[in-house]
């Protein structure tokens, strides 16, 4: 149809993000058209082939004008023209190439015609070539070298373990500011060698990698400020502290799921290795120790932090662990994604002091003095306990009969009915229960849903539960 006409409708746009292991962040937001996302459904799963597919008979099929309508709007796609090329070229007339290029999981293990790849992608920013065959850096220099504008690339999930880049092959990656290269299994060495010839690369991703240990680059590299290397073997904090000195300017550190066993330098060390660290993830860590929470103070611009899952926290309950977290990091106003405010931040203050009032001198952390100074020495507060009661004695009515029970509170409606069925030798289908306040003036209170809990209706110690029998 001619998209002049009056019949001609612009494709409905659908969402297609790529998120992060871990921290759920949203590394892009492609717009795809309808055409588009039909062919990653079905239309595009590559054909069996050993081999596997070139990057230029992959766009020419995918962003053909029969597959991938063009799209009308500023910033919505390009048409891209040859002007000329040779005789049976794979290419169509014309490609509709967006500039965001998705080629998730189309087989392609080499790159095809350069003049061909700079002829349609030199407009193109991001492009995502996760879950391929790549395997040879040469041919994916191939491809990079042809987009001059390429800011954003994924290599995830393709299988680059044990492969040699050479320098003159990284010098291509240049201009690239973002570079996901989660589960690739892609070796330490070659991580400095891109990180030393991409002048101005921001972020990176090395999740899923099985580093265990990494070494430090001669060469910084000034400009990264997202290090994202989740799901990782790193246990010594040796290892870590070499980021430091490799990314002077990193602002996140997302370590997730590596079992970092404790943070062993001091503040001098901390301060000068990490001056611009705003936000640190260390969920699932081995960290078992207050003074590990205690050294995060000396990160001088850290006001985010992500703790949760580790070892020294699991016999707290989750207000304690929250209240003595935040207390012992003055300096944060995130933890683990939610805002502290100012009137949290004092209770949690109060509650640490309270916390350890009756702990003998010698085991009181740094930050319990810190606090008295500024509140004073607080008194216990009076014992009311304010959490649901655990068990009620109960008496059960069942027409003539009375039993004395006791219930746990903790259960849901349901399960008592079960517990009842011995005591009232009814089925938990044929009864329906009623719950007596004898301190209320209000009568019976019917239990209708069976899935609330009993702590809800605020059951004493010689209240009743009334059974009757369901009438057909």
């Known amino acids: 149809m001619n998209q002049t006409s009056p019949d001609y409708r612009p494709p409905v746009q659908k969402q297609k993000r790529i998120v992060s ?28 082939d050993k081999e596997g597919r070139t990057f230029v008979e992959v766009i020419s099929e995918k962003y053909s004008p029969e597959n991938f309508p063009y799209r009308r709007g500023p910033g919505m796609g390009v048409v ?24 998730n999981g189309c087989g392609i293990s080499r790159a095809g015609d350069q003049a061909e790849i700079s002829a349609f992608c030199a407009h193109v920013m991001e492009l995502d070539l996760s879950h391929n065959k790549l395997q040879d850096w040469h041919e994916i220099s191939k491809i990079v070298s042809n987009i001059p504008n390429l800011e954003f690339l994924n290599l995830s999930s393709n299988p680059l373990a044990g492969m040699t880049l050479e320098p003159r092959c990284a010098e ?28 101005e690369l921001e972020e990176l991703f090395l ?11 001669s060469v910084a590299c000034p400009t990264l400020r997202l290090l994202h290397i989740t799901d990782n073997s790193l246990q010594d904090w040796a290892e870590v502290r070499k980021f430091g000195s490799m990314f002077p300017s990193l602002d996140t550190l997302v370590m997730a799921n590596n079992n970092l066993a404790s943070i062993q330098d001091g ?9 611009n660290l705003r936000s640190i993830n260390l969920h699932n860590s081995g ?65 640490f002091i309270r916390y350890y009032l009756d702990y003998p ?36 009515h069942c027409e003539e009969k009375v039993e004395q029970l006791n219930i746990r509170l903790d259960q ?37 849903y069976n899935t609330r809990a009993l702590h809800s209706y605020s059951i004493q110690d010689g209240d009743e539960i009334l059974v009757v029998p369901k009438t057909k």
């Not at 292991?21 to 069996?48: H, Y």
């Not at 090329?85 to 965001?100: A, C, E, F, H, I």
């Not at 990656?173 to 990180?195: E, K």
């Not at 899923?208 to 680059?217: F, G, I, Q, R, W």
Request: charged fraction near 25%; proline fraction near 6%.
């Open 21 to 48: 292991s871990d921290s759920g962040q949203v590394k892009g937001n492609f717009c795809l058209a309808e055409g588009e996302a039909a062919q990653l459904e079905g239309a595009m799963e590559p054909p069996e």
């Open 412 to 448: 849901t409606v349901a399960e008592l009915k079960k517990q009842l069925t011995t005591v009232v030798q009814l089925s938990a289908n044929s009864m329906r229960l009623y719950y007596i306040d004898k301190g209320s003036a209000f009568g019976p209170e019917e239990m209708k």
């Open 267 to 275: 503040k001098d060390i901390l301060q000068r290795l990490f001056p």
């Open 207 to 217: 999740c899923l990698n099985e580093y265990s240990s990494v070494s430090a680059s």
């Open 361 to 396: 001198e010698e085991e009181l952390p740094f930050r319990y003095h810190s606090l008295v100074t500024k509140y004073g020495k607080l008194e216990p507060l009076a014992e009311i306990d304010l959490r649901p009661r655990c068990r009620a004695q109960v008496e059960v």
């Open 80 to 103: 891209v023209v040859p002007t000329q090329g040779p005789q049976g070229s794979p290419m169509k007339d014309r490609l509709n190439l967006p500039s965001v290029l998705v080629l």
């Open 172 to 199: 291509t990656f240049s201009r690239v500011r973002r570079l996901v290269l989660n589960n690739t299994q892609v070796s330490w060495d070659t991580v400095l060698l891109l990180t030393r010839e991409i002048p």
């Open 287 to 351: 960290l078992n120790q207050w003074e590990d929470i205690e050294k995060l103070n000396f990160f001088p611009k850290l006001e985010e932090v992500r703790l949760q899952g580790i070892p020294l926290l699991q016999t707290y309950t989750n207000a304690e662990r929250r209240s003595l977290m935040i207390a012992q990091l003055p300096c944060i106003s995130m933890l683990n994604g939610s805002s502290v405010t100012d009137s949290e931040r004092e209770d949690a203050e109060r509650f």
